[in-house]
């Protein structure tokens, strides 16, 4: 959802933010621009659609002080004259990434004193009223003033037609970072916009305004008082976000996800027994008093807790609710202090995620553990424990290294748990070690499986709709599963719990209606195999993906897809990998944009 990049350097910046609005690409947008400063003047160049057709038109921009974005629609359509930076009397130019709820009053106000809008924007509103103060004050006071009129949440970026090596930037509400070069300063929203200019960076809190400037920087806490805040350097690399020799990042970082789990249980597989201390110091003090869990999360990590839930009750013996973060930060709900609050969030930045958390603390959830992917995010620092995934950067907006990662997770919890609650004897524990050590080779053999699921997906390209199963377990990868193939194929798709079908979809079953079964070789194979008769008898054409052992045969009407192992517990971690391959080999043949899809952003930092 909206990337921002800006620098002040000695030398032309305009290939330094156009690179940096490339490696931003992944978070979803729909139109790009960028403004430099020059000889006492702002030039502005917008354009919809890629950045690839921004950087045609800056072919001769030059400048040393910039800024750039790249825009998600929200208010107003896509369009050049919505897309940003958006300016003020072609004096002042900000960039925006967030919402302006209290927009249309400010917008009613300013256009009294004689301010034009040319844009739908609430974004257009923040230049103006920067603009309203500057004659008075400095850039940095007047962005503050401006700010502290505003209600809802943002990043920005800004600069002044007459101020040349300065730019000033804030947050409240949505990621932004302050690279550190050597006589030059970047800001970006997400760290990986900067490698190609330094691995030095300050995260700036919420609330913060820097002053950035060639050779130095200031920083102002939310109550404007300067503060000093850690330089880390960034262990991310460059390799880590090329593409290498895969066709799209989703492919590539389906194929990581062997060494993605490896390097998230690695501090685990490496010693001989579990301790809580994994998930922070606090931890020793806080698991012991936990009474039940409430998980928090959207999207596919929402889908990771669901099948959480299933291990925590039946392996540790300990209650536990999942729900929606933004259906949960809307509601009143009974808080129990004894309740672990679980977030979970690739990019520790969606806003619902992060209100629900805020929302949990509010009603009285002192106990708070974030399961994340970005160790400086606002939701792991707002939360007392936490446990890192380590699956490194995921750039496509269909999230399958997260995921998976999220679940070995959010397993290592259950066991702490289990055996804190004395329901984990020593045996047990070292079996589940052992699993959790075969786990990267077995996701490897499920991959093996490549080509025949390419074949399998040919089935799918001419379909408008499409059907999961599961049970158990393995309802909530359906869910996984459907939610994959309807993100990048744009076909509908539908999960449910195998039992329920004759509650509803049946009705919807017929042979342009092919239906999904994750099928493992569980308690609940029997029942699904009655499930998968009744699809048969309709006419359903089955796609069965089984696990060793399952015993389904291939038929007219049902395809088989035998995985090599079945991993107990963990047989939802191997069950997704054939479901996220199925998605991509889909949209590889309807040709869709499989690492951007339409609509959709990889970090949705606005509600
Ligand atoms: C967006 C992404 C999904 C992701 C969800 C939650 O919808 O496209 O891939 O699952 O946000 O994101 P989070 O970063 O909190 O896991």
Same mark, same amino acid.
């Given at each position: 959802m909206c990337g921002i990049v800006g620098a002040v350097a000695r030398r032309n910046v305009v290939p330094i933010l156009l690179n940096g609005l490339l490696r931003l690409e992944y978070r979803g947008y729909d139109s790009a621009g960028l403004v430099v400063v020059r000889d006492g003047k702002l030039t502005r160049v917008r354009s919809i659609g890629r950045v690839a057709e921004l950087e045609q038109k800056s072919a001769n921009t030059h400048g040393e002080l910039g800024i750039a974005h790249t825009r998600w629609a929200t208010?107003?359509?896509?369009s050049e004259r919505n897309a940003h930076p958006h300016l003020s009397c072609d004096l002042i130019a900000v960039v925006h990434n967030g919402i302006i709820e209290n927009y249309e009053a400010l917008r009613a106000d300013l256009n009294a004193r004689g301010y034009e809008f040319t844009?739908?924007?609430?974004?257009?509103v923040i230049a103006h009223l920067i603009h309203s103060h500057y004659a008075q004050n400095s850039l940095l006071v007047a962005t503050q003033m401006a700010l502290a009129q505003l209600v809802g949440a943002y990043a920005i970026g800004v600069v002044a037609?007459?101020?040349?090596?300065q730019l000033i930037a804030a947050r409240k509400g949505s990621p932004l970072l302050l690279g550190v070069g050597e006589s030059e300063h970047f800001v970006a929203s997400d760290m990986s916009a900067l490698l190609q200019v330094t691995k030095n960076v300050v995260y700036l809190e919420e609330g913060d305004v820097v002053e950035v400037n060639l050779a130095d920087y200031r920083i102002f806490d939310v109550q404007g008082k300067a503060v000093k805040r850690a330089v880390h350097v960034s262990e991310l690399n460059n390799d880590s976000v090329e593409l290498g020799e895969y066709q799209h990042y989703m492919q590539k970082e389906i194929h990581e996800q062997p060494q993605a789990l490896a390097d998230t249980l690695e501090s685990v597989c490496n010693s001989r027994s579990m301790v809580p201390g994994i998930f922070g110091a606090e931890a020793n003090t806080v698991f012991p008093q936990v009474e039940s869990i409430l998980i928090l999360a959207c999207g596919t990590s929402h889908h990771a807790g669901m099948v959480a839930r299933y291990w925590l009750e039946e392996l540790a013996g300990i209650q536990c609710t999942v729900e929606i973060a933004s259906e949960y930060r809307y509601r009143t709900s009974v808080a129990n202090p004894k309740t672990l609050v679980v977030t979970i969030s690739q990019s520790g930045e969606t806003a619902d995620t992060l209100a629900a958390l805020n929302h949990a603390k509010q009603t009285g959830h002192e106990f708070t553990l974030a399961i994340c992917?970005? !160790?400086?995010?606002a939701i792991v620092r707002q939360s007392k424990l936490r446990l890192m995934t380590r699956a490194g950067p995921e750039i496509g907006v269909a999230s399958t290294k997260a995921f998976t990662t999220q679940l070995a997770a959010l397993f290592l919890l259950t066991l702490v748990l289990a055996k804190l609650r004395g329901r984990l004897s020593s045996e047990r524990e070292q079996q589940f070690l052992h699993e959790l050590r075969h786990l990267p080779s077995a996701v490897k053999k499920v991959l093996a499986l490549e080509p025949q699921i390419a074949e399998l997906s040919k089935y799918f390209a001419d379909k408008h709709h499409a059907l999961f199963l599961g049970r158990g377990l393995h309802y909530p990868i359906a869910l996984e599963g459907a939610l994959k193939l309807k993100e990048i194929s744009y076909i509908h798709a539908e999960a449910y !719990?195998?039992?329920?079908?004759?509650?509803?979809?049946?009705?919807?079953?017929?042979?342009d209606m092919p239906v999904v079964s994750v099928a493992?070789?569980?308690?609940l194979l029997e029942k699904l195999k009655s499930n998968l008769q009744e699809v048969r008898a309709r006419g359903g054409e089955l796609y069965v993906f089984a696990d060793a052992n399952t015993h389904i045969k291939e038929a007219e009407g049902i395809h088989i897809l035998q995985m090599p192992e079945h991993a107990g517990y963990l047989s939802p971690i191997l069950h997704t990998i054939p479901l996220q391959l199925l998605a991509y080999y889909v949209a590889l043949q309807k040709g869709t944009d499989v690492d951007k899809p339409r609509n959709l952003a990889k970090s949705v930092t606005v509600e």
């Open positions: 208010h107003g359509m896509p844009s739908d924007t609430d974004t257009e037609a007459d101020n040349p090596h992917n970005v !160790p400086e995010s !719990p195998a039992g329920e079908l004759k509650h509803g979809p049946l009705a919807l079953v017929d042979k493992p070789n569980d308690a």
